[in-house]
């Protein structure tokens, strides 16, 4: 009987040693291994979906032509134009109706080197060189003053084919010619101001354009 007893005895240690030994024992790891899968794939994902291209930037800017008015009535109206652009964003030019290209030579040092310059394209046969007296352009050798680009890209080509080189082609007003604004702004409010400003002179005209690049 002490042997049955015994035998009893082992078996409950056996069941009890297994239960409390099982939280030790090692754990498959196929738990562990489904998240890290389940990040490769979300990178892959994430690395697949295509980018939204960048939009083109929209050109919001106004521009308004101004024409029409006489000498005097525009130096009244820049001022006007000057007092707008000194209280909101907006600008104005004042460019002429009709301009010639004018094929120049930049200035030099001083009036001595522009006469020997000019003494210089004289011997090796390039006619109608002169010294610009006065001005922004002063002591620059003018070539000639044309009507179109064609006539002033030809000019260029005879200078170069002679061994004139740097001689540049520049717009300039013709002689008489009127002027008008050109008004830009980003503000819609600006074409109501516009119109107020002109009232008083009937004659003239506004009318919306395509702004050129900047």
Excluded: H
């Excluded at 049955?4 to 239960?19: S, T």
């Excluded at 604004?181 to 009318?207: C, T």
């Amino acid at each position: 009987m002490k042997w049955m007893a015994w035998m009893l005895l082992l078996a409950n240690v056996l069941v009890a040693a297994f239960f409390l030994g099982q939280d030790y024992w090692p754990q498959a790891d196929t738990g562990k291994a489904v998240p890290l899968n389940v990040e490769r794939l979300s990178l892959r994902s994430q690395s697949a979906s295509p980018q939204p291209a960048p939009r083109a930037p929209v050109e919001t800017a106004l521009c308004v032509e101004w024409r029409g008015l006489t000498a005097d009535e525009r130096a009244t109206v820049r001022e006007r134009l000057k007092a707008m652009v000194a209280q909101q964003v907006m600008s104005f030019s004042e460019p002429p109706i009709d301009t010639l290209r004018w094929v120049i030579f930049p200035p030099l040092p001083s009036a001595q080197s522009a006469t020997a310059k000019v003494a210089e394209l004289a011997a090796a046969g390039i006619e109608g060189a002169e010294v610009v007296k006065q001005g922004e352009w002063q002591n620059a050798i003018s070539l000639g003053q044309f009507d179109t680009d064609e006539a002033a890209r030809l000019r260029l080509r005879e200078l170069e084919d002679k061994g004139v080189l740097g001689t540049r082609i520049e717009l300039v007003p013709k002689p008489d010619t009127d002027f008008y604004f050109v008004i830009r702004s980003e503000d819609p409010e600006m074409l109501k101001g516009l119109d107020a400003l002109k009232q008083p002179y009937p004659n003239s005209r506004q009318s919306r354009v395509a702004c050129r690049p900047s």
